[in-house]
């Protein structure tokens, strides 16, 4: 836990220390795992850039394709975009999932749910079901969990203020 950043009263949670130990490294990855094992899904989505590092190897342990949602302007091919806030957009290529794919969405952290509302927003778009979202980290008092009402969602890590 940073305090004060990126700015004051703020407390930055950082994974990079989890990721520097391979058994805590090991861990996320298997307690992400855990909470889908059972689900009956075809698709990891992971948001950029850290649901890359951990949407990746989950994919791969559970024989899954992984399909990158990056922020707008970054995909080469034909892609939708959704924007979210005054500042931000993110986008998929359009081939991406196909017509009633169910997918899992993963990511570091839920805070706000800005992001990953407008993730499921481009999937739902193309004609996916996202059946989970996966969050190591959860910001609690942001209510980002509130934004994704209706939906599954799971979190390792749950810290209180901002």
């Known amino acids: 836990s940073i305090p004060d950043f990126p700015e004051p009263g703020i407390i930055f949670r950082d994974i990079t220390t989890v990721m520097q130990d391979p058994d805590g490294f090991k861990l996320a ?3 992400m795992e855990d909470t889908i094992k059972d689900l009956d899904f075809d ?3 992971g948001l950029e850039s850290r649901g890359f590092m951990f949407g990746t190897p989950i994919a791969y342990n559970m024989g899954k394709p992984f399909v990158p949602i990056r922020k707008k ?3 080469p091919c034909e892609t939708i975009s959704e924007e979210y806030s005054l500042e931000y957009g993110t986008e998929i290529h359009t081939d991406a999932i196909k017509k009633g794919q169910k997918v899992v969405i993963v990511d570091d952290l839920i805070a706000t749910g800005g992001t990953v509302e407008a993730a499921i927003k481009l999937i739902e778009r193309l004609g996916g079901e996202v059946v989970a979202c996966v969050f190591l980290t959860e910001l ?3 209510k980002g969990r509130d934004v994704l009402e209706g939906y599954r969602v799971e979190s390792i890590v749950k810290f209180d203020g901002k």
């Open 29 to 31: 990855i298997d307690s």
């Open 43 to 45: 698709v990891i989505a």
């Open 73 to 75: 302007g970054k995909l």
């Open 140 to 142: 609690v008092d942001l």
